[in-house]
């Protein structure tokens, strides 16, 4: 009779055990891998917020917003050189880190990039940007050239044709008197040079002065690339489809396909025309038995990755530039008589000549301290067997990362960290600027995987610059210009806001 009643019983109660089950394994679960992440993971010796030592929740969620870089800085400003931002994943802003995580040398084993943070496609070949140290440096042999000192010069006709196209759109401007939203001309002209440098065919987007529909999806593709490396880094990449317009699937796809037919013309034209592909085709062929090359696939991933990169850093670059200096009006006259008391004649103004332009490259490098072009592509993993960083070990799987603003706007490592200050650059800088930590400097990151792009970034920004302002006055339209334009959020990409500039003819 007992044994009746207590199997009555148990049956009754059947709901009531589901429930508690269904609730408290959970809340079990994030109980026990909370006391473990703070007391006993490898990384609980870091200090940072509760909350990102505790759960990656807000790491995904500064993310989805583009404040990943933003809050990463803060928790730098408040705890030091190397944080905890989620169990997993540190930061760091020290000297040493650099030294640590991404120089080489002999007996040093090299740091991957982060594969969930650059994953290569299902069935797409390598790029660029998701190699192997190995094979990265199969790529990095066949596209130095390109980005050499020698290789820009190749391609000044390339780059000169769009910026004597833009400077002459400008002047039309000058003689209306009117505004314009600079930032877009600023994507225009990049990205025609890019385009012509990358597929051999230019949108020609400031002779039709019309953003092609590749630039108004790169803000949108960046974001459905933060959003997947969320979900990747959860277990759910699976879902991300169903997050994804179809729209913008289907634009992606056009996108490529149309990098594909580009490249294949390249491919089949051969010859020498002072573009990227030069030196690269030389060795890459389908088949290429040794190793050396490229094969077509991964010359159209490259395309793709260096043409989306390209124009959006040297974009974000000038935008940054004209903001500061049209709202610090005594360094942008210093700039301007620099540069018409330099040159005689606008044909003067060369990439060799520009080297005769110290206060401009110095402009150029205070607008990467305060508002760095390349963003949160900087994650490493250790190799195999983990490594050590500031004298501690890390563990083999762990996310290290290098925040950029958490370095370049540290008063610890430069005075007047938030002010832009050209001079602090300059051979002769005053004497506050003096002990700036000027070695930490390396907007473009460091090492055998740093920005292959950076020579071409600082060629084109000055040669632009350099043409702009010998012809034309330029000032800020504050009214139709966002006080807090430099509030952006970013997501591998600035999602930069409308920046009006007004031009006038400059007197002789």
Same mark, same amino acid.
């Given at each position: 009779?007992?044994?009746?009643?207590?199997?009555?019983?148990?049956?009754?109660?059947?709901?009531?055990?589901?429930?508690i089950?269904?609730? #408290?394994?959970?809340?079990?679960?994030?109980?026990?891998?909370?006391?473990?992440?703070?007391?006993f993971?490898?990384?609980?010796?870091?200090?940072?917020p509760?909350?990102?030592?505790?759960?990656?929740l807000?790491?995904?969620?500064?993310?989805? +917003?583009?404040?990943?870089?933003d809050n990463?800085?803060?928790?730098?400003?408040?705890y030091?050189?190397?944080?905890?931002?989620?169990?997993n994943?540190l930061?760091?802003?020290?000297?040493?880190?650099?030294?640590?995580?991404?120089?080489?040398?002999?007996?040093?084993?090299q740091?991957?990039?982060?594969?969930r +943070?650059?994953?290569?496609?299902?069935?797409a070949?390598?790029?660029?940007?998701?190699?192997?140290?190995?094979?990265?440096?199969?790529?990095?042999?066949?596209?130095?050239?390109? @980005? =050499?000192?020698?290789?820009?010069q190749?391609?000044?006709?390339?780059?000169?044709?769009?910026i004597?196209?833009?400077?002459?759109?400008?002047g039309i401007?000058?003689?209306?008197?009117?505004?314009?939203?600079?930032?877009?001309?600023?994507?225009?002209?990049?990205?025609?040079i890019?385009?012509?440098?990358?597929?051999?065919?230019?949108?020609?987007c400031v002779?039709?002065e019309?953003?092609?529909?590749?630039?108004?999806?790169?803000? !949108? !593709?960046?974001?459905?690339?933060?959003?997947?490396?969320?979900l990747?880094e /959860?277990?759910?990449?699976?879902?991300?489809?169903?997050?994804i317009?179809?729209?913008?699937?289907?634009?992606?796809?056009?996108?490529?396909?149309?990098?594909?037919?580009r490249?294949?013309?390249?491919?089949?034209?051969?010859?020498?025309?002072?573009?990227?592909?030069?030196?690269?085709?030389?060795k890459?062929?389908?088949?290429?038995?040794?190793?050396? #090359?490229?094969t077509k696939?991964?010359?159209?991933?490259?395309?793709?990755?260096?043409v989306?990169?390209?124009?959006?850093?040297?974009?974000?670059?000038?935008t940054?530039?004209?903001?500061?200096?049209?709202?610090?009006?005594?360094?942008? /006259?210093?700039?301007?008589?620099?540069?018409?008391?330099?040159?005689?004649?606008?044909?003067?103004?060369?990439?060799?000549?520009?080297?005769?332009l110290?206060?401009?490259?110095?402009?150029?490098?205070?607008t990467?301290?305060?508002?760095?072009?390349v963003?949160g592509?900087? *994650?490493?993993?250790?190799p195999?067997?983990?490594?050590?960083?500031?004298g501690?070990?890390?563990p083999e799987?762990t =996310?290290?990362?290098?925040?950029l603003?958490?370095?370049?706007? /540290?008063?610890?490592?430069?005075?007047?960290?938030?002010?832009?200050?050209?001079?602090?650059?300059?051979?002769h800088?005053?004497?506050? @600027?003096a002990?700036?930590?000027?070695?930490i400097?390396?907007p473009f990151?460091?090492?055998?995987?740093?920005?292959?792009?950076?020579?071409?970034?600082?060629?084109?920004?000055?040669?632009?610059m350099?043409?702009?302002?010998?012809?034309?006055?330029?000032?800020?339209?504050?009214?139709? !210009?966002?006080?807090?334009?430099?509030?952006?959020?970013? *997501?591998?990409?600035f999602?930069k806001?409308?920046?009006?500039?007004?031009?006038?003819?400059?007197?002789?």
């Amino acid at each position: 009779m007992s044994v009746q009643l207590l199997a009555d019983a148990a049956r009754q109660h059947v709901p009531y055990i589901s429930l508690i089950l269904f609730v #408290g394994l959970p809340i079990f679960y994030m109980v026990y891998n909370a006391i473990y992440n703070l007391y006993f993971h490898p990384l609980a010796k870091y200090p940072g917020p509760l909350i990102c030592r505790i759960s990656r929740l807000p790491w995904d969620s500064w993310q989805l +917003r583009g404040r990943l870089q933003d809050n990463v800085s803060k928790i730098h400003f408040k705890y030091g050189d190397a944080v905890r931002i989620a169990p997993n994943e540190l930061s760091f802003t020290s000297q040493q880190a650099w030294n640590d995580i991404y120089s080489v040398g002999k007996g040093k084993e090299q740091w991957p990039r982060h594969p969930r +943070r650059v994953p290569q496609g299902k069935n797409a070949p390598m790029s660029i940007m998701n190699t192997v140290p190995r094979e990265h440096a199969r790529f990095r042999r066949l596209l130095n050239h390109a @980005f =050499s000192e020698k290789g820009l010069q190749e391609q000044a006709p390339i780059m000169n044709k769009y910026i004597d196209l833009l400077v002459k759109k400008i002047g039309i401007l000058a003689e209306q008197g009117k505004s314009t939203d600079f930032t877009s001309w600023l994507h225009m002209c990049t990205f025609d040079i890019i385009s012509d440098l990358g597929w051999n065919e230019p949108f020609n987007c400031v002779e039709k002065e019309t953003e092609h529909s590749w630039i108004k999806t790169i803000v !949108t !593709t960046a974001f459905d690339t933060q959003l997947k490396l969320v979900l990747r880094e /959860n277990g759910f990449v699976w879902a991300a489809p169903y997050f994804i317009p179809k729209r913008l699937q289907q634009d992606r796809l056009e996108n490529f396909k149309y990098a594909t037919a580009r490249v294949e013309d390249r491919i089949n034209s051969g010859g020498v025309r002072g573009d990227f592909w030069d030196r690269v085709m030389i060795k890459s062929v389908d088949g290429n038995e040794a190793g050396e #090359g490229l094969t077509k696939r991964e010359m159209v991933v490259t395309a793709v990755t260096l043409v989306g990169t390209g124009s959006e850093t040297v974009s974000t670059l000038l935008t940054g530039m004209v903001y500061f200096l049209g709202t610090n009006l005594n360094i942008l /006259n210093r700039l301007e008589a620099e540069i018409r008391d330099t040159f005689t004649s606008y044909d003067d103004i060369t990439l060799p000549n520009l080297n005769k332009l110290p206060y401009l490259t110095a402009c150029l490098q205070e607008t990467m301290r305060l508002y760095p072009p390349v963003v949160g592509l900087l *994650w490493r993993v250790p190799p195999a067997g983990g490594a050590r960083v500031m004298g501690e070990y890390i563990p083999e799987g762990t =996310s290290v990362n290098m925040s950029l603003p958490g370095m370049f706007k /540290n008063p610890k490592n430069f005075a007047r960290p938030t002010d832009f200050v050209p001079e602090r650059w300059l051979a002769h800088a005053p004497a506050e @600027f003096a002990h700036d930590n000027k070695a930490i400097f390396k907007p473009f990151s460091m090492g055998a995987m740093n920005c292959l792009g950076q020579n071409l970034a600082n060629a084109e920004s000055r040669l632009i610059m350099a043409k702009i302002l010998y012809k034309y006055n330029m000032e800020l339209d504050a009214e139709k !210009t966002p006080a807090d334009w430099l509030d952006q959020k970013s *997501w591998a990409v600035f999602v930069k806001k409308h920046m009006h500039v007004r031009f006038s003819v400059a007197a002789k």
